[in-house]
């Protein structure tokens, strides 16, 4: 099988993949339909009620300050300052309790630990996130990127060998481990000419391949990063799921092409590599169904980590500069009506062969979740049977996290972990990147005040 620029194409005939129908009856699902919306409302602040007052008042104040946009859009300055006035440790000191603690894990195992420990109480699944990764200019050589092998590696050993670690999954970003610079020109390529995933994959067992249009150094560092990448996953398999993020569109076919021959690889028992979809891109519909085209064709399972996206900025100025057509949807409606349309092209994949397909529905959108639910309902989906699962970052959209756990799904959160120096610049690229979420967080703060006002009531009437 030849993957080429198909990946990154909207091609008519892909439009073609048909979905199987349901073989559950439409009739049943009216009251069971009307409970569920009722329960999923998450209108509820007893969400909170498992969250110390300390939690409570601190999310309660780091979320006021993301209201600003000003504190968001420049905040990577904001915190240059800080620290230069503070010095370093100054700067930890204040940064540790608040922004630190709401967003990320801990520093050490023990501190990852004890985070990952609560949140198994509360019915929460890790999905550990090394904050590492690199864009175009970056490139460190290769030590760097071994060493990042090596924090993965201990990603892996930490996110299966711990007691709170139930189907554990890892995030992995193919540029901490292959210079952005080679995807951009694989991506390149790959417009006029293919790519077999099995010469990949001979690439990952060790074979010295020659790549087409990549010369002798080029080469070298193509298949050093294909046997980092083939490390992580041997040691993952059977153990933890690998969720590969996607980035850029100008390096995005490359990273499919790689995702891809590791699914072709390790997905033959099971899902165990993953890759990432934005919906806020036209061709993601497109991309999806090439996708699982392939993964029938090739004969390995396919698992999908579904997002909206969150590079919509840089990618519309980007391509303004480039005189390109702009490759995000036109409006919000649109990237809703994209997400919800893969949402639907998985369930339904999903419904017939649970055990070859599976889907992260990674959304802070409460719609989306509840389409998510009511789509699991109508086909018989299990609930806790892992091929349908949620996900929310680590620190928000917990009103939404902790009703589905209760509920019964599989609800997981991605959960950074780090020093306070390496963590605090992957912190800034996701605020920056996810600032109209960050700013549109009205309802959690409502319900953490709703949830406050009824401690201080309750500890009140105790005392008179």
């Known amino acids: 099988?030849?993957?080429?620029?198909?990946?990154?194409?909207?091609?008519?005939?892909?439009?073609?993949?048909?979905?199987?129908?349901?073989?559950?009856?439409?009739?049943?699902?009216?009251?069971?339909?009307?409970?569920?919306?009722?329960?999923?409302?998450?209108?509820?602040?007893?969400?909170?009620?498992?969250?110390?007052?300390?939690?409570?008042?601190?999310?309660?104040?780091?979320?006021?300050?993301?209201?600003?946009?000003?504190?968001?859009?420049?905040?990577?300055?904001?915190?240059?300052?800080?620290?230069?006035?503070?010095?370093?440790?100054?700067?930890?000191?204040?940064?540790?309790?608040?922004?630190?603690?709401?967003?990320?894990?801990?520093?050490?195992?023990?501190?990852?630990?004890?985070?990952?420990?609560?949140?198994?109480?509360?019915?929460?699944?890790?999905?550990?996130?090394?904050?590492?990764?690199?864009?175009?200019?970056?490139?460190?050589?290769?030590?760097?990127?071994?060493?990042?092998?090596e924090s993965m590696l201990e990603c892996v050993r930490m996110s299966h060998s711990n007691s709170w670690s139930r189907d554990p999954m890892m995030q992995l970003k193919i540029t901490?481990?292959?210079?952005?610079?080679?995807?951009?020109?694989?991506?390149?390529?790959?417009?006029?000419?293919?790519?077999?995933?099995?010469?990949?994959?001979?690439?990952?067992?060790?074979?010295?391949?020659?790549?087409?249009?990549?010369?002798?150094?080029?080469?070298?560092?193509?298949?050093?990063?294909?046997?980092?990448?083939?490390?992580?996953?041997?040691?993952?398999?059977?153990?933890?799921?690998?969720?590969?993020?996607?980035?850029?569109?100008?390096?995005?076919?490359?990273?499919?092409?790689?995702?891809?021959?590791?699914?072709?690889?390790?997905?033959?028992?099971?899902?165990w590599i993953w890759n990432t979809y934005q919906c806020y891109l036209k061709e993601s519909r497109s991309l999806l169904l090439e996708a699982l085209r392939v993964s029938k064709n090739e004969d390995f399972s396919l698992g999908v980590k579904l997002v909206r996206g969150a590079y919509m900025d840089k990618e519309r100025k980007l391509a303004e500069k480039e005189g390109r057509t702009d490759p995000i949807h036109r409006c919000w409606e649109d990237t809703n009506d994209s997400y919800n349309s893969c949402l639907d092209v998985m369930v339904e994949v999903i419904s017939q062969k649970p055990e070859r397909y599976r889907i992260i529905v990674a959304t802070h959108n409460e719609e989306s979740v509840r389409r998510a639910a009511k789509r699991m309902e109508e086909l018989g989906i299990d609930k806790d049977g892992g091929s349908v699962c949620f996900g929310q970052l680590l620190g928000m959209c917990d009103h939404v996290s902790l009703t589905l756990a209760k509920e019964g799904y599989a609800v997981y959160k991605s959960v950074p972990y780090g020093s306070v120096d390496d963590t605090i610049p992957y912190l800034v690229r996701r605020a920056q990147e996810n600032r109209t979420v960050l700013q549109g967080i009205r309802k959690e703060r409502d319900l953490l005040r709703k949830e406050l006002k009824r401690r201080l009531q309750l500890s009140l009437t105790g005392r008179s």
């Open 176 to 271: 901490a481990l292959l210079s952005p610079e080679l995807c951009v020109k694989l991506t390149t390529l790959m417009t006029h000419q293919s790519y077999d995933l099995n010469l990949l994959v001979r690439a990952m067992d060790g074979e010295p391949i020659s790549f087409p249009g990549l010369d002798e150094k080029e080469c070298a560092h193509f298949l050093c990063g294909l046997q980092r990448l083939n490390k992580i996953a041997q040691a993952s398999v059977n153990k933890v799921r690998v969720l590969v993020d996607a980035e850029y569109t100008y390096m995005n076919p490359a990273l499919s092409l790689v995702a891809m021959a590791m699914m072709k690889k390790f997905n033959k028992d099971g899902v």
């Open 1 to 149: 099988m030849m993957l080429s620029s198909n990946l990154r194409s909207s091609l008519p005939h892909l439009l073609s993949v048909r979905l199987l129908s349901s073989v559950v009856p439409r009739a049943v699902a009216g009251k069971q339909t009307d409970l569920l919306s009722e329960t999923l409302a998450f209108e509820d602040p007893r969400a909170f009620r498992e969250k110390s007052l300390g939690e409570l008042l601190r999310a309660l104040g780091v979320f006021r300050l993301c209201s600003f946009p000003v504190l968001v859009n420049n905040c990577g300055k904001l915190m240059s300052v800080a620290r230069m006035l503070l010095g370093k440790k100054g700067f930890s000191l204040i940064l540790r309790p608040t922004v630190y603690a709401q967003f990320v894990a801990g520093e050490n195992e023990g501190e990852i630990s004890r985070s990952m420990e609560k949140m198994s109480t509360r019915g929460l699944r890790p999905m550990l996130a090394v904050p590492i990764e690199e864009d175009l200019g970056e490139s460190t050589g290769e030590k760097r990127y071994n060493d990042n092998m």
